[in-house]
T-cell receptor
Framework: GNSVTQMEGPVTLSEEAFLTINCTYT??????LFWYVQYPGEGLQLLLK?????DKGSNKGFEATYRKETTSFHLEKGSVQVSDSAVYFC?????????????FGAGTILRVKS | DAGVIQSPRHEVTEMGQEVTLRCKPI?????LFWYRQTMMRGLELLIY????????DSGMPEDRFSAKMPNASFSTLKIQPSEPRDSAVYFC??????????????FGEGSRLTVL
């Protein structure tokens, strides 16, 4: 089946530290991959995406590269800010013939201290 | 532009009572999704609609849960009777067909339900 596994949180960093949140997936076929972010008290919003192997998604200083060989889509940012404190969800969307629904990971809490 | 609007934002009720959660999707979006978020189970898809028609309700936990979409601008999720294990944050999300094909959903702020 289709599933997403994220590193457990919370992840606590100081401002300007380097961030990595690991995400690996299991899927039938070649899925599209996403990172969504949920700020306190809000709904999820799309942060970045990649639709095929070796694609790099990027937004707001965050990046993630679709690695088919390691079935991974790790989220990185070179210098985090307090405002990046949120919950980050990795997600996949299998090809339409295999289900056509988004599957989310459990989410990773990020706390950034000033 | 207004985003996805959910109501109520918070609901506290007693076991056995009926709960109705409401959602107004973004105008023009033809897909609507209901998700449930809990610490134990994360984010679960309950049901989704396309052009007001339920497409997949395999995530609806029990017969106590029902969802309707009487028109393109309104949907409800009803729990009757409610139980303490239904306590969660319920999210509604919408998307355009062509955007759905790329995976972007637009979420509301959620309805936090507490069943005592």
């Amino acid at each position: 089946g289709n599933s997403v596994t994220q590193m457990e949180g919370p992840v606590t960093l100081s401002e300007e530290a380097f961030l990595t949140i690991n995400c690996t997936y299991t899927a039938t076929g070649y899925p599209s991959l996403f990172w969504y972010v949920q700020y306190p008290g809000e709904g999820l919003q799309l942060l970045l995406k990649a639709t095929k192997a070796d694609d790099k998604g990027s937004n707001k200083g965050f990046e993630a590269t679709y690695r088919k060989e390691t079935t991974s889509f790790h989220l990185e940012k070179g210098s985090v800010q307090v405002s990046d404190s949120a919950v980050y969800f990795c997600a996949l969307r299998p090809p339409m013939e295999y289900g056509n629904k988004l599957v989310f990971g459990a989410g990773t809490i990020l706390r950034v201290k000033s | 532009d207004a985003g996805v609007i959910q109501s109520p934002r918070h609901e506290v009720t007693e076991m056995g009572q009926e709960v109705t959660l409401r959602c107004k999707p973004i105008s023009g979006h033809d897909y609507l999704f209901w998700y449930r978020q809990t610490m134990m189970r994360g984010l679960e898809l309950l049901i989704y609609f396309n052009n007001n028609v339920p497409i997949d309700d395999s995530g609806m936990p029990e017969d106590r849960f029902s969802a309707k979409m009487p028109n393109a601008s309104f949907s409800t999720l009803k729990i009757q009777p409610s139980e303490p294990r239904d306590s969660a944050v319920y999210f509604c999300a919408s998307s355009l067909d062509r955007v759905w094909n790329t995976g972007e959903l637009f979420f509301g702020e959620g309805s936090r339900l507490t069943v005592l």
